[in-house]
């Protein structure tokens, strides 16, 4: 069964240092999307990307966030300046775009980072 | 603000019991309703969504929506020590077809062999 996949599983970087955090999505699905769950708190959407442009970003997402899909199967997030409270699962989801049933979003196993 | 409430737990039902998992959303505008199962550590696994009122059954899941009362809701029959995990209830924020998800804290439930 196609599945969401992400790299790398855990990420160690210093405060300041920029970071990227890749994902492939299910290969026909048109939506992807960022979430980061801090540990111990709820899952919080940051970003949705179609059509090689951003939908819709939380206010989580600010200048230090950026999003690509460089690429035909790629998907990334990358973090210019590291702070100590980024540390958190990063999860990349996707989804098909149609049909009522297929507003299902697929999540990746994530990328643990950890900010020193 | 939109909220997703769920009772963080734990829940602690005997193994062969009936789990019943409760979820209530602020948003009237909700239009799709998700539930996602998390073991610890590892991400969300969908196991099911729901978009109309009434139940939808799946195996040993139920799912059950009230857009009324905005409360939807998530029965696990015949309980399995591996049912232990974290659920997480998930409700869309549509916009045209885009449709971001909002999550609550989730509710640790325990099977008790």
């Known amino acids: 069964e196609p599945e969401v996949t992400q790299t790398p599983s855990h990420q160690v970087t210093q405060m300041g240092q920029e970071v990227i955090l890749r994902c492939v999505p299910i290969?026909?699905?048109?939506?992807f999307y960022w979430y980061r769950q801090i540990l111990g708190q709820k899952v919080e959407f940051l970003v949705s990307?179609?059509?090689?442009?951003?939908?819709?970003k939380s206010e989580i997402f600010d200048d230090q966030f950026s999003v690509e899909r460089p690429d035909g199967s790629n998907f990334t997030l990358k973090i210019r300046s590291t702070k100590l409270e980024d540390s958190a699962m990063y999860f990349c989801?996707?989804?098909?775009?149609?049909?009522?049933?297929?507003?299902?979003?697929?999540f990746g196993p994530g990328t643990r980072l950890t900010v020193t | 603000q939109k909220e997703v409430e769920q009772n963080s737990g734990p829940l602690s039902v005997p193994e062969g019991a009936i789990a019943s998992l409760n979820c209530t959303y602020s948003?009237?505008?909700?239009?799709?309703f998700f539930w996602y199962r998390q073991y610890s550590g590892k991400s969300p696994e969908l196991i099911m969504s729901?978009?109309?009122?009434g139940d939808k059954e799946d195996g040993r899941f139920t799912a059950q929506l009230n857009k009324a009362s905005q409360y939807v809701s998530l029965l696990i029959r015949d309980s399995q020590p591996s049912d232990s995990a974290t659920y997480l209830c998930?409700?869309?924020?549509?916009?045209?077809?885009?449709?971001?998800?909002?999550f609550g804290t989730g509710t640790r439930l325990t099977i008790i062999p």
């Open positions: 989801a996707s989804k098909v775009k149609g049909l009522a049933a297929q507003y299902e979003q697929y």
């Open positions: 290969s026909n699905h048109l939506y």
């Open positions: 990307f179609y059509n090689n442009e951003i939908s819709e």
């Open positions: 948003d009237r505008g909700s239009q799709s």
């Open positions: 729901i978009y109309s009122n």
């Open positions: 998930a409700v869309n924020v549509a916009n045209f077809g885009n449709e971001k998800l909002t």
